[in-house]
């Protein structure tokens, strides 16, 4: 079987691992990226990291076939570069294929990491053997990535997917892209700790107070723990939250219809308290006509290991032309 | 040259031509659907009406290689039927493929019919050579039809291109879909004449009432035409519908970013003091990175011949494979 090296490249850190054919991550590695360096050290770490990974397969590390890279913001794959990233300091002309593949002697491919991870999902995770499957990652952001008709979808300038920034409430919340309420600023694990932050400030009687005390900081379980718990206010918090999010994710489907539709990222840890009422409110509100199947709406199921065995698994598909 | 016929089927009317392997219209035949009557009695008519296009070609008939059917609601090609219409009498077990081909002799295809429309853009249009382009069409309703990696996109239920059932403002005005605050709500000729209704109510010296009483009723044009006349309270309300329709357009261009997304329908006819703000608006708000090429905005270049035309094309490109 052939191998791969795959990168998830972030602000904060770059975890790799080493991948076969069939998306089984065999050996991992992760080292801080790092970011406020210039890019060729970033770099050669990245290319150190590579080669490290490789030499763990000693004379096996002749069936390493490429690698692939996941990196925020819009990689270029054609070019070998990320156009553009708020959170890297690569620039336009940042040879990253080139650096990387000079040190290592192995192809290298960009693909943006919120893509990696949905391929990894509709390869080897909960959207297996589906041709349409979309996955929306609740972290910091919000991350979409989309295959559609069996590949990765990254529209005409590789900026696609940027689904945390279409406009949910007209004159919202402000959001860094420059807009109004966008879903990123409802959806988020950062949006759900805002809104638990203010109902505290209302509600000082609140369950809140004692889930954010016992945790040390309020955090995106906070309110799904007092909601548990009995908190009125804490119910609050998530009902207005699941409320949002299933208005996005209604949103989503009906315009691209999926076989599947993950969700992952931190607050998907919440596992059925989150979904099982995304779901409900999907299938009661979405455009489906009489007869048409619907969408399924499941929990991402590789977690922080998606973007690996994606960036890997692409780098495989571009491998296999 | 090969030639297909393209039908553009609707509630009030199936539009039919003969369509050449390049795109050109070269017959066209109209008909009432009268989609009251039982689905034989619409079926019968339709392979009467390829039958009288395909008479036209004398002896060339024999140079006909497919019929096109553009359909409202969910078709399903593999099957041959349409699964949903909520506006044509076809049942999911209406044989609508049999039907016609038994009675014309000639192989047949079925599609969205804002897919077909999309398609022939993206093929002899606006969107001429692009591979990932979106058309969206505001007139009764809001279509949306996807080529995306040079193929139409219609989900894995054949229900996707919904995005006139995106909700952009939670708890906004009802949509017969059941939900409240979908952008068909703002952006269709039908909400623009509700908002000049509105306005003409509120505003009973406006200009507006003026050039209804003109035109003999409230169009999607009247505000426009108040508003070059310098009518504050038509300005108002273009603005507005313009502030939605550019928040809606700026949506899906974050998601899908393609080459090209074009605005057509009735609303469409306004020109540039339509297309030339939500370009602005797009250009200053969609989630483009620095070096990141940039989605063209322009006017659908087809009419209403696009649904004819696409439709013919989806079944010349289903013939090649």
């Not at 079987?1 to 076969?20: H, N, S």
């Not at 559609?148 to 406009?167: Q, S």
């Not at 945790?215 to 009995?230: D, I, P, Y």
Request: glycine content about 12%; hydrophobic content about 40%.
């Amino acid at each position: 079987m052939e191998w791969y090296i795959g990168m998830d490249l972030g602000g904060t850190k770059c975890a790799a691992g080493i991948v076969d054919a069939e998306g089984r991550l065999l050996a991992r590695d992760s080292i801080r990226t790092g970011a406020h360096r210039p890019a060729r050290e970033i770099l050669d770490d990245m290319a150190d990291q590579a080669i490290r990974l490789a030499a763990t397969l000693g004379a096996d590390r002749a069936r390493l076939r490429g690698i692939g890279i996941g990196s925020p913001g819009t990689p270029d794959n054609h070019q070998g570069v990320v156009l553009y990233s708020s959170n890297l300091p690569f620039r336009a002309d940042t040879a990253i294929r080139e650096a990387l593949s000079e040190r290592t002697g192995l192809p290298v491919h960009l693909e943006n990491d919120a893509a990696c991870a949905a391929l990894a999902e509709a390869r080897v995770g909960a959207a297996r053997g589906v041709a349409n499957a979309v996955t929306l990652t609740l972290g910091t952001g919000v991350g979409c990535g989309m295959v559609l008709g069996d590949r990765i979808y990254h529209g005409f300038n590789n900026a696609a997917g940027e689904f945390g920034h279409t406009v949910l409430v007209p004159g919202g919340e402000p959001c860094p892209c420059g807009r109004r309420g966008c879903f990123e600023q409802y959806a988020s694990a950062t949006a759900l700790i805002r809104e638990t932050r203010r109902a505290m400030a209302r509600r000082p009687a609140s369950l809140l107070h004692r889930f954010a005390r016992d945790e040390g900081k309020v955090s995106a379980r906070t309110a799904f723990q007092a909601m548990r718990a009995g908190d009125d206010a804490a119910s609050e918090v998530v009902s207005d939250y699941i409320r949002m999010l299933s208005e996005g994710v209604t949103n989503l489907v009906n315009i691209l219809m999926p076989a599947v539709l993950l969700v992952g990222g931190g607050v998907s840890n919440e596992g059925d308290s989150l979904l099982a009422p995304v779901r409900d409110y999907v299938e009661e509100h979405a455009y489906y006509g009489e007869n048409v199947p619907h969408t399924k709406i499941a929990l991402a199921a590789l977690g922080n290991e998606a973007g690996i065995i994606g960036a890997a698994l692409m780098a495989a598909e571009s491998d296999a032309g």
